[in-house]
């Protein structure tokens, strides 16, 4: 049994924190929010964001961050992106010496352009860092569906100990060198999955989705591999396998929020109905930030840049898209 703090409250969080406590291991959740410890304590059930989860009697809900920190074997980092510096900062004098910090959250900082990982070893760096993603919605794991995700850690030791802790009969665990890779397809396919939902608030159709997806995942690897990720990891469960579901699935809040846009609604509109954060918002100009660093065109992401914060007409950004200049789909030319 190993003791584990999960670090955030947010309904990926206790869906882990479920996943974990049925794996045989000891669960303290820390929130900084003392109504939603209250509520958890309770009613043993994240009522407000993972309704119908029930959370055993044996776990513990603390507002002190440093009874969810001190002396455990892994903490879980699942506070939203925009959350993660602060949380880390607050952290940092909890951390032992080689404590390791699974982050489990998606994104990249706008102002730093650091994904999440880079930014809890800046301000953490005493810290073993590793990161878990792939096509896991909260709502599924949380009641036992199965589910397959990859671990990303810089030694081979630490991604197959976390493994083995996570790994279940319903959680099957992959392990990856390729940090890198693994964190930059989790946070760009949140904004494309933005660009699916417009469609889908558009009234467009399943070719239309097709497309995205797969232009997508093209723009992801040739930014990505532009970074130093590798092509296999796009191709897998933090890239291709995330991509899928979170621009199909009604789980998705990215996709929830895209469709609002496409149905007329602002940003902010969209981001206020659907109540949760609203991750691909926050990445959106991040990663433009990285196309231009890198020199790597983001057609996509780029159209869904100027739909959230120039107000773009959603349906003329769509219409840019499909007439660009004429390309080859792949780099292979003919034969002379």
Known sequence: M?????????????ALSVLLHNNGHHVTIWSA?????????REHEQKDKLPGVKLADDMVFTTELSEAVKGKDVL??????SFTRTTAHSMKELVAEGQIIVNVAKGIEESTLMTLSQIIEDEIPQADVAVLSGPS?????????PTTIVVGAKTRKTAEYIQNIFMSDVFRVYTSPDVLGIELGAALKNVVALAAGIADGLGYGDNTKAALITRGI???????????????????LSGMGDLIVTC?????????????????KTMEEAM??????????????AAMGLAQKYQVELPIIEQVNK???????????VKDLMIRDKKLETNTEWEA
């Open 2 to 14: 190993a003791e584990i703090g999960i670090i955030g409250a947010g309904s990926w969080g206790i």
């Open 33 to 41: 929010l003392k109504d939603e410890i209250d509520m958890l304590n």
């Open 76 to 81: 879980v980092l699942a506070v939203p992106s």
């Open 137 to 145: 919605h909260a709502e599924e794991v949380g009641r036992c569906i």
């Open 218 to 236: 093209a723009e992801i690897s040739r930014l990505g591999m532009a970074m130093g990720g590798k092509f296999e990891t796009f191709c897998g």
């Open 248 to 264: 199909a699935s009604m789980h998705s809040r990215n996709r929830r929020a895209g469709i609002l846009i496409g149905q007329g």
């Open 272 to 285: 206020a109905e659907v109540k949760m954060v609203v991750e691909g918002v926050y990445s959106a100009k």
């Open 307 to 317: 739909v959230l914060f120039e107000g773009k007409p959603a349906a003329a950004a």
